[in-house]
């Protein structure tokens, strides 16, 4: 069992998430009973607005702005490419927030900032803003005159066998894997506390993927190097903190003979 809760963490607590439920700012499993950090309605409105976005772009934008069509829909049209790298690298970054925060929960670091209410809720959050630009990022796509995806391809993983088609396939599963976790959130009482962990631990797969994906199938590898070592890096660490910490806690609670 673990120890429970000082007086001076609980108002730390209060402190920190006011009307919310009192926990400890350390283990996840003691911040199983907060609520989604953000209403369901307003999830379905964010990966709406990002759906009707990329279609208004690729079908709309260019019948309403003439003068765009050029770089649209020219010899060489670039603008789906760009706005299809630039989501993508939005959406990287925000899954890796997402998994900072989650491991910070984990670590019992998240005492030190910003507090085990504050991480959880800020680790939903980027994760659920991350799968928005990562449903752009795909759909934007299908602008694109290089890459020539359908919508069947771009939305069945491995279907598609152009342009890098096993890097993009990752890519894909990544997708589904970020829809899986992050309305996990929102099904969490009806699956029970050790169905949703098994299934947040699914997080690490998925952004191995992404990695992958983000080295392999995209065109700026060079120009970001350095941010996928640091970012990779500091998952990497944070992950092996987190099992020491978890064989440390397991040593102590055996008992002594």
Not at 161 to 189: D, K, N
Not at 190 to 216: D, K, P
Not at 237 to 242: A, G, M, V
Request: hydrophobic share 50%.
């Amino acid at each position: 069992m673990t120890n429970p809760a000082s007086s001076s963490e609980l108002t730390e607590a209060k402190k920190v998430a006011p009307g919310r439920p009192a926990r400890m700012v350390t283990p996840v499993t003691e911040l199983a009973d907060l609520p989604p950090a953000m209403p369901l309605g307003a999830v379905l409105t964010l990966l709406l607005g990002a759906i009707l976005g990329a279609f208004t772009a690729v079908i709309v934008l260019p019948t309403w702005a003439p003068n765009l069509s050029a770089s649209l829909l020219g010899d060489e049209p670039k603008a789906y490419w760009y706005l299809s790298r630039s989501s993508a690298v939005v959406a990287y970054a925000l899954l890796w927030l997402s998994m900072i925060f989650g491991l910070l929960m984990t670590n019992r670091l998240a005492r030190l900032w910003p507090g085990g209410p504050g991480a959880f809720d800020l680790h939903q959050h980027t994760s659920l803003l991350g799968l928005a630009f990562a449903i752009f990022h795909a759909l934007i796509l299908l602008g694109d005159r290089y890459i020539s995806a359908t919508l069947p391809q771009i939305l069945v993983p491995f279907a598609y066998t152009g342009y890098e088609p096993l890097w993009v396939g990752l890519g894909q599963l990544t997708l589904y894997g970020m829809v899986i976790i992050a309305f996990s959130f929102y099904v969490r009482q009806r699956i029970g506390q050790t169905m949703w962990r098994l299934i947040h631990f699914l997080s690490f797969v998925i952004w191995l993927l992404s990695l992958l994906h983000a080295l392999y199938s995209g065109s700026d590898t060079d120009l970001l190097i350095g941010w996928y070592w640091v970012s990779g890096g500091s998952v990497l660490l944070l992950t092996i903190y987190r099992v020491l910490v978890t064989m440390v806690n397991r040593s102590n609670r055996k008992p002594t003979t």
